[in-house]
């Protein structure tokens, strides 16, 4: 199956050398480009996209708005990977929020870019262990806890959502918990059912929010 994917960006040399290193992929092609938010999304309204990578810091609507809007409405619409130039940057935290599959720094390697694409495709989330913690740790202590929060988990999905909000992989936390990957995947599953989360990132998000993870 071939990959469709919507470049967002705001920076001609950028955008275009991403679409040349999706286009030398044989699983995908770029079905569109924009240069701000309400292209994007007026691009998305004549294209079909499996994975848009949408750069947050843009004139007219930025990337995290235009996330929101992509996502807000109903039906499964595209997997969104955010690009930001700075790994503690408040812009790609709020996107994460707004249902974005992952982030990526601009700079990151040719092949690490192509390899989030076909993550996030496969319905998992881009949630590297370096970036994304030193983002959290950063943005985190800022956000408010809730009063006693329920938490409707077994102590063994409490503490595979731990593992998960420190962006290790099913692999990892089978390794840590002595579990089968197999098993820790069935975990992953019941967690996000029973907090009525999409994917992984809003697993982070939510252990975040709800004071699962010490604060630094």
């Not at 370096?130 to 985190?140: E, M």
Request: hydrophobic share 45%; no cysteine; aromatic share 4%.
């Amino acid at each position: 199956m071939t990959i469709r994917v919507f470049v967002v960006d705001d920076q001609d040399l950028v955008r275009t050398g991403t679409i040349m290193v999706i286009q030398a992929q044989g699983d995908m092609t770029v079905v569109g480009e924009a240069r701000d938010g309400l292209e994007a999304l007026a691009g998305l309204g004549k294209v079909v996209a499996d994975v848009v990578l949408m750069d947050v810091r843009m004139p007219l609507l930025d990337g995290v708005e235009a996330t929101r809007r992509l996502l807000a409405g109903a039906g499964a619409g595209p997997k969104v990977i955010v690009l930001t130039t700075f790994d503690l940057d408040e812009y790609a935290f709020a996107a994460l929020r707004a249902g974005a599959s992952g982030f990526l720094l601009k700079d990151a390697p040719a092949e690490e870019i192509v390899a989030a694409v076909r993550t996030v495709h496969e319905g998992d989330a881009v949630i590297a262990p370096s970036t994304t913690r030193r983002l959290l740790d950063h943005v985190a202590p800022t956000l408010p806890l809730p009063a006693d929060p329920p938490i409707p988990l077994t102590d063994r999905e409490r503490e595979v959502l731990q593992h998960i909000a420190q962006g290790e992989t099913n692999a990892e936390i089978a390794g840590r918990l002595f579990l089968s990957e197999g098993t820790v995947k069935t975990h992953v599953g019941r967690i996000l059912a029973k907090l009525h989360l999409r994917d992984r990132v809003q697993a982070v998000i939510w252990a975040y929010e709800h004071g699962q993870i010490p604060r630094i």
